[in-house]
């Protein structure tokens, strides 16, 4: 089982980006993935995640407002839509995917994880 991130990259403040994260090796009909970001010096905080059918969608209060997190379960793909990015935005972007049917902030339900895209937000 893969997660693969993408998408990441250098934006000016205000600016906006779109994560993906593919799924491989499996469906994760089922699973909730979320959005998590470690910034450096920082421990690994909670994003966004999103429910199977998108029925349930979570996010942090730093990012409410700005970001947008979906799914497209035929494509096994989840994205984050980042608008009115911050430079406190700037972090490594990991996508996991819990077996459990809510939406946790929880790290250590995640059961997969993939390699992390690195966003940048220059001011």
């Known amino acids: 089982v893969q997660l693969q991130a993408s998408g990441g990259g250098l934006v000016q403040a205000g600016g906006s980006l779109r994560l993906s994260c593919a799924a491989s090796g499996r469906t994760f009909s089922g699973y909730v993935m979320g959005w998590f970001r470690q910034a450096p010096g920082k421990e690994r905080e909670f994003v966004a995640g999103?429910?199977?059918?998108?029925?349930?969608?979570y996010y942090a209060d730093s990012v409410k407002g700005r970001f947008a997190i979906s799914s497209d379960y035929v494509k096994n793909t989840v994205y984050l839509q980042m608008n009115s990015l911050k430079p406190e935005d700037t972090a490594v972007y990991y996508c996991?995917?819990?077996?459990?049917?809510?939406?946790?902030?929880?790290?250590?339900?995640?059961?997969?994880w993939g390699r992390g895209t690195q966003v940048t937000v220059s001011s």
């Open positions: 996991a995917a819990d077996s459990s049917p809510r939406v946790t902030t929880d790290e250590r339900r995640y059961d997969y």
């Open positions: 999103i429910s199977w059918g998108g029925s349930g969608i």
